[in-house]
């Protein structure tokens, strides 16, 4: 019974949250009154939240309560290949993209073992935020071994990485071996997000490789929490 008591309270929740009872930004009733309006015990009432909250309808957050997540979320694709100019024009929302910073770095540790490059080699370093309805919502760092990418310009950045390296390079992009996680903002994160009240960003690494299996980018995308979902796609695809 109490099973399906947890479930019917999460139906109920949700219902409210779908009809705009709970708007976006609302908090939503305590613990405490939630278990006298249900007449139900706070472990039945604290499931229903926490099934809320992993299906991304509210955000618990210490000292505040629980607050309801804007659900219009938007598509992000994982384990394919799209462009942010393309992500753009699919989703038909009001966006730009700002570049932070463009230059060529010799690589680190880090990048040396991400990209599999050696000290000596030169990469492209990228730091783009994505705006998508006034609002800064994601922070692109790119990493472009210049072997395969010699040129690169403010206005390429701003446009489209992609359409340049496929229509003017003529380079084959083909897979991409991707990893996410969920970590703590950092000071990067606070700099150039719109973060709002989130302690936390969707991290999604990219390991992006040409038709001839050679590695040339690899990126790390940060999405702030309430704006992303998973979506899974598939290859590359070349549009003639």
Known sequence: MSENKYLSIYNDLLSKIEKGIFKPGMKIPSENQLVEQYETSRETIRKALNLLSEHGYIQKIKGKGSIVLDVRKFDFPISGLISFKELAQKLGKPSRTIVEQLETVKPDETLKKHLHVTAREDIWKVIRVREIEGERIILDKDFFNKKFVPFLSKDICERS????????????????KKEFFVEECNEEDRMYLNLKQYTHVVVVRNYVYLDDASLFQYTESRHRLDKFRFVDFARRIHWH
């Not at 990485?161 to 991409?176: G, M, V």
Request: no cysteine; hydrophobic share 45%.
């Open 161 to 176: 990485i992609y359409e340049y390296l496929e229509k003017e390079l003529q380079l084959k992009i083909s897979f991409a």
